[in-house]
């Protein structure tokens, strides 16, 4: 993989203020995706992958997570 | 893997083009560099160049109908069938791509040859390849002067997306689009997964805690008034009572009275105990009962039960090879038995029928009215005992209130103690409330507190899922971001240093010529220019894929149509001179009129020693065809000559294109 592509990923991940090692995951999944040892066609491997990515990203407190912009669901009326 | 690309050679036959096979392979030293394939006008250049394009490309183009395919037949040929094929090296290892053509029935169709797999129908190269093998990708390195406009032309994506795909960057992009996958899975199914079903989820799992904590409260605070209430009861009844007591006479009375009251009571309950056992037997309830159940009895002894069940015999009967009378039993046979075996009575149900016989017999006397006379006896005793109990304990009240009646401090103490009960008892309907399982009211009118807690941990359990939820979507959306983010700022990056490196080679080819690639939006975008003449819209996109395919590990052919024809006299040495520095295997189509100016100076820049000179010509000129004769490397077919050697290619000149 190209440096600038590296470079690119690591920038944008201290952008996101998460840790290196989410670049780190990001850029060794890439290049073995890139040079062939991996594929996204192998179901099992892609989801490990996706999910080890899903545990390092960190989230802010659950009260920030309701400042989305997303409109609501048309979710079911709680029971009184 | 880096992948390394070569054209190892191609041939066609019964096609429109001279028949022919050309071979790239240097013995023991891959391919040749520089291979350059003169083909005279009306040869089939660009038949032959489009062919090419399709079998990399794998895709028949839409324009390709039955019509279109006949027309690529030989003109005057009988043969039904052509070929195209194309032989490719990946890494040294031979893939071999081939179109054939049935022009009876108008159709091409495509098969893949690879060592490891043997002929496939189809098009199926190896994976490592078919990024490259598409039919976008394929105009970038099976290029021509079109091609090379397009570059620069706007509307066009292909020069950032030629960035793209050589850098992997489309890699990315399908990262993010999995990232948007995954999480869709992880959700599927959940009912909330917007903000505001959080902020909703969250104010009732607040607003529940509150209401456990109020309703929690209260009780206890009534529990603890109750307590304290009964605590002073207890301690005013015995104040009462001692102070009832003090006297020896009253005590002395009213214990004797109490004692008997007592013992009445006792008798009372004895009584009852046994008037309940007795009603448990339906004789005992009428006289009618007994004689019905007498009657079932005599009933189940007229039938007379068998001792051993007739159901088992038959079924084990129709196991048997014959009958009890000797007869084998035939399927038949056993299949009737086995049907008819169900009318009779089971073990199980003898046993239970003899058994209500049994207990009819030892319950119902032969008297059918005793029971019911000895029940109504018993009733009547009951009923003395309690009057003559309440009469004691009424006697007994009448000693108290007498002991009362003439002394005032025991009239307040039991007024007290009777305000006291009330007050507990309202206590205790108050406290009732927290133990009720209504579940119908709202969360403030309901006063349950089981029920309160139960819908806490509903409430409890729906926000912890959306909150869940809510955490993946901000980590998809963090993923999201950040591959976008490097996908944009890589293609900024590789542009802008592919821009500079692709300006420092138009400078080197145009020294006098301000031409400058100012970035890559989709497109070439030119400094202050929209567009160059021919030559120098071939020269720059020459630079800029040379730099392109200079920068990857990946290694690719480079096939050009006329690459110096186009090019002013002045421009063609230094494009000729650029050309061995562009990639490992570049395969030039010319004609002979290119020669000038742009062979000489890509001899000196290639040395000579390492170019493949390869003519190829359609029968019909008689003195080319016995100069052509005369050459030790040359082979021949019904259409065509194909002859190999620099002499040939430098000597080689057609009328036609005089």
């Known amino acids: 993989m190209e440096p600038e592509i590296r470079q690119s990923i690591e920038s944008a991940v201290e952008a996101a203020d998460q840790k ?16 062939g040892r991996e594929s996204l066609e192998d179901r099992d491997s892609t989801l490990r992958h996706l999910a080890d990515l899903y545990e390092t990203v960190a989230v802010p ?20 | 893997m880096a992948v390394e690309l070569r054209i190892a050679g191609w041939k066609a036959e019964n096609l429109r083009c001279p028949d022919h096979q050309v071979n790239f392979e240097r013995s023991g030293q891959g391919v040749w560099p520089l291979a350059l394939v003169q083909m005279p006008n009306g040869t089939g250049k660009t038949t032959t160049l489009d062919l090419l394009r399709v079998a990399l490309g794998g895709r028949l183009p839409e324009s390709w109908n039955a019509q279109r395919v006949r027309q690529f037949r030989k003109k005057g040929s009988p043969e039904s069938k052509g070929v195209f094929e194309v032989v490719l090296l990946q890494n040294g290892r031979r893939v071999t791509l081939r179109l054939s053509f049935d022009f009876d029935e108008g159709s091409c169709r495509f098969t893949t040859t690879l060592p490891s797999s043997g002929q496939k129908v189809g098009f199926s190269p190896p994976a490592e390849l078919r990024r490259f093998l598409r039919p976008d990708f394929v105009n970038l390195f099976v290029f021509d002067g079109e091609l090379a406009e397009r570059l620069l032309q706007q509307g066009h994506t292909n020069a950032e997306e030629a960035i793209e795909d050589l850098f992997q960057l489309k890699v990315l992009k399908s990262v993010a689009a999995r990232v948007g996958e995954y999480w869709e899975q992880q959700v599927e199914g959940q009912s909330a997964t917007e903000s505001r079903g959080l902020s909703r989820r969250r104010n009732r799992v607040q607003l529940l805690r509150g209401r ?22 207890q301690a005013r009844r015995t104040k009462y009572e001692d102070d009832l007591h003090a006297q020896d006479s009253v005590r002395d009375r009213i214990f004797a009275s109490a004692e008997a009251a007592r013992e009445a009571e006792a008798r009372v309950q004895s009584t009852a105990g046994q008037v309940l056992r007795d ?26 039960l068998p001792e051993t069940a007739a159901r088992e015999f038959f079924e084990e009967l129709a196991e048997e090879e014959s009958c009890v009378c000797g007869r084998p039993l035939d399927p ?34 032969a008297d059918h009215h005793f029971h019911e006379r000895q029940l109504v006896d018993k009733l009547e005793a009951l009923d003395r005992l309690i009057t003559d109990a309440e009469r004691l304990k009424t006697e007994r009240d009448a000693e108290e209130e007498s002991a009362v009646r003439v002394r005032p401090e025991l009239q307040r103490a039991r007024e007290e103690m009777a305000g006291l009960e009330e007050s507990i008892r309202a ?21 349950g507190i089981k029920i309160i807690e139960r819908r806490l941990k509903d ?25 976008e983010e490097s996908i944009r700022t890589a293609r900024r990056r590789l542009g802008e240093e592919i821009c500079r490196e692709a300006n420092e080679r138009i400078a080197a080819l145009m020294p006098n010529n301000s031409i400058k690639i100012d970035s890559v939006r989709q497109c070439l975008q030119l400094k202050d220019q929209d567009g160059g003449s021919v030559g120098e819209t071939l020269s720059v996109a020459y630079a800029f894929l040379s730099t392109l395919f ?36 570049f395969i030039a189509f010319t004609i002979s009129s290119e020669r000038d100016g742009f062979l000489d100076p890509l001899e000196a820049s290639a040395g000579a020693g390492h170019i493949k000179y390869v003519t190829i010509f359609r029968k019909g000129d008689r003195v080319q065809e016995a100069t052509a004769r005369r050459e030790p490397q040359r082979a021949e077919t019904s259409d065509g000559l194909l002859v190999e050697g620099r002499d040939f290619f430098r000597g080689f000149h057609l009328e036609s294109e005089g």
Request: with cysteine.
């Open chain 1, 61 to 80: 407190d659950s009260e920030d997570l309701s400042s989305s912009s997303d409109v609501d669901s048309s979710e079911e009326l709680d029971p009184v």
């Open chain 2, 550 to 585: 200079n920068r990857t590990e990946h290694q690719l052919p480079f096939v050009v149509d006329s690459p110096a024809n186009p090019i002013d006299l002045r421009v063609r040495a230094s494009v000729a001179a650029l050309i061995p520095k562009l990639t490992r295997q």
């Open chain 2, 212 to 233: 456990l904590l109020e309703l929690r409260g209260e009780q206890r605070r009534l529990s603890e008034a109750r307590a304290r209430l009964d605590g002073e009861l």
């Open chain 2, 332 to 365: 038949e046979s056993r299949d009737a038995l086995r049907a008819r075996a169900g009318r009779y009575l089971g073990s199980e149900e003898v046993a239970l029928l003899n058994s209500i016989k049994s207990d009819v017999a030892l319950l119902v006397s």
């Open chain 1, 20 to 35: 290196p090692a989410l670049a780190r995951k990001l850029i060794a999944w890439c290049e073995s995706l890139s040079d």
């Open chain 2, 427 to 447: 206590l205790d309907r108050d406290l009732e409330k927290f133990d009720s399982a209504d579940d119908s009211a709202g969360d403030q009118s309901t006063f």
């Open chain 2, 459 to 483: 409430a409890e359990e729906k926000l912890a899922q959306i909150t869940n939820t809510l955490q993946l979507r901000w980590k998809r959306d963090a993923l999201r971001t950040i591959l």
């Open chain 2, 279 to 304: 009603m448990t037997n339906p004789a005992a309830l009428s006289w009618r009962f007994a004689n019905a159940m007498i009657e079932l009895k005599n009933g189940f002894d007229r039938v007379q």
